[in-house]
Each structure stands twice: as structure tokens, then as C-alpha cells.
């Protein structure tokens, strides 16, 4: 396709259309920056390894999740997963749009969504971590929209980690913004996201994906491989209709129907975070934390005792460059 035309762009008027389409917020990365820093130099997820022509600049568009649905505080809440699914719709038809009205300016352009997992790194096990083909979470970092937390989870300094995430790439010749240098996160010194994980997949500065994807997915390709090998595997086959007509059925065809429980699920982890403008109308319903234990306040006073004597964690160095400079050290 060759664009012989191209209308005048610049980053103030991407973030206006963005806007103008419904998204919360707008950064914009520098693809050669995001090239040079892949989160996993093992496996890096850069614009390159997508597009040779038009990664140029890697636009982040942030919407925020319902206030209402970040009040419902239950983890296996369906009710809540499908009201995400509708936030991550509407999110994804703003993408499109502004990578058809970049291409109508003569700059050609494609979405990165959320959703969709690396096939090459698919290796015939469904509980298996698989990660996206470019991690939205870093590329927000470097498009200047916030830091990573203690969950790797992006805060903003608007909604906190209530935000979902979505990418257009295009070779459009605007002005990237820049990343921030200090820490949004305030360390095991808060520790919410610590204390409120229901399958404790939280630790200093990384999360068990794994562990989690059992909560944060939980109707998704790991439990439909699990459910249709019990099924397989029943001998008697009244039982075995049984299942075919059971609950764990049902939700997941009802999650096939719409992604609500597939693409959705928990996110205990974002509600609590107390970091955003917007925790002052969530914090009546989420201030307590009743997964919170003694244990769980172990781990994070050894957490913020290490950061203390100046020898914060492995998984802290490594990701540094989207964390940030962590705030004062604190005891517990
Ligand atoms: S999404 Fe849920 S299960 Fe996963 S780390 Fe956050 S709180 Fe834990
Ligand atoms: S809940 Fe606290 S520790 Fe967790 S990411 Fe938010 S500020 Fe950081």
C-alpha cells in the first residue's frame, strides 16, 4: 500500500482523537527506545518483531474499568468479568478507529491488543504462562502513562492500575513522550496487592503468572483442557452426561460466547492499589482487605527490611527501567 499523501500530524492532536474516541488516556513510546529495552531479553516482545515498515511509534491508549465494578469486591464475580469484557470491547473498537483515521492521514497502522498471545511461544500445555506479543504494561511505562507496581501491574497516576491497556503501532513522525524515573508504587510499606491475592501469586516486585492466571482467567483454556480431560476420563457414562451438563460447562461456554472469564477475571490486585485520583471513590469498599494474614505481613516487613539495607530483589533490578526509583524506605 503506498501512501503518496500525507496530512500534517503531531502527538497533541493523536491523544485528542484518541480521546475524542472514548480512550482515558494517551502516550505515546518511541519504538527504537522500546526495541533497544525488551522487557525479556529471552523472548523480546518489540515492535520490530512485528512490523518492519510502521513501529516507528508505539501509541498506548489507557481506558479506565467502571468505578462501580472495581466496588464489587468478590474475586469469582461474573457480573464484574463481563462488565470488563465490555470496557476491553469498547477499548479495542477505539484502537481500530484510530488506526483507520491515522491511515486516512496518509500513516499506515495496526492494534496490538491485549489479548493475543504469542503463537510461536505456545508449546502444547495449557497452564502454561504465554505472553502477549508485545507487553502493553512496559510499553505504557515508556509511553509515559505510569510505573510498573508490586504485582507488574501498570499504576497511573489518574485511576491507579484500573486501566486497560491497548496499542496501535504506526511510523507516524510524532514526538514520543518520555517515562518516568521515580516509582508510582509505594512499596511493601503499602503492600495491598501483597495482602489482598487470594492464591498469594504476589512477591517483591513479581508476580506467580501461573498461579494467577488460575484467578485471572479462570474459565479460560487451562480449565476448559482440564474439564474436558475429567470428562474424557470418567468411566461411567451417566456421570460423564452429568458433566456435559454441569456449571463448569456452562460458564465456559458462556465465557466462549463473550471472552467474560476468559479475557476477564480477577483483578484484586489493581482494586486495592491506593495510588490514583480515582482510589478516593473506591476506598469506602475496598479500604478492608479480608484475605490479609499474618504471614502475608511477614513477608512484607522482610520485603521493606530488605529494601532498607539496600539490597532490594533480583526482580527489582531486572525491571528497574519500568518500576522506577522507589520511594524512601520504610519498616513494614
Ligand atoms: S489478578 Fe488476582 S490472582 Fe492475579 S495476582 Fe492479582 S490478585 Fe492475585
Ligand atoms: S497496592 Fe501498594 S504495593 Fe501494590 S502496587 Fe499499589 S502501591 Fe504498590
Redesign the pocket.
Known sequence: MSFVFQEPIDSAAIKAKGRALGVDLVGIADGAVMNAHPPNPRLPQTPDRITDHDGDRCIVLAKRYSIGTTRLPR?DERHKYYNDELTLSELESASLELVLWLEDMGYPALIIPPTHVDPWVYFGEPDQHTETILSLTHAAVEAGLGTLGM?EQLITPEYGPRVLLSAVLTSAPVEPDRKRDEALCLGPRCGR?VQ????D??GHFE?DWK??NT??SPHGFHALADHLGRIIDEPDPEVKKQMLRSKDQFYIWQSMLRGAGVVT??????DVCPVGSDYTRLADALDEIPEANAAKSARLTAYAQAEADGAPPQSYDSAKRWIGTLKEPTQG
Do not use: E, H, I, L
Request: proline share 5%.
Open positions: 474475586v504485582a496487592c489482598t491475592c487470594p492464591v501469586a504476589v508476580r498461579t494467577c484467578q485471572r477475571g480477577c483483578r484484586r490486585c489493581q
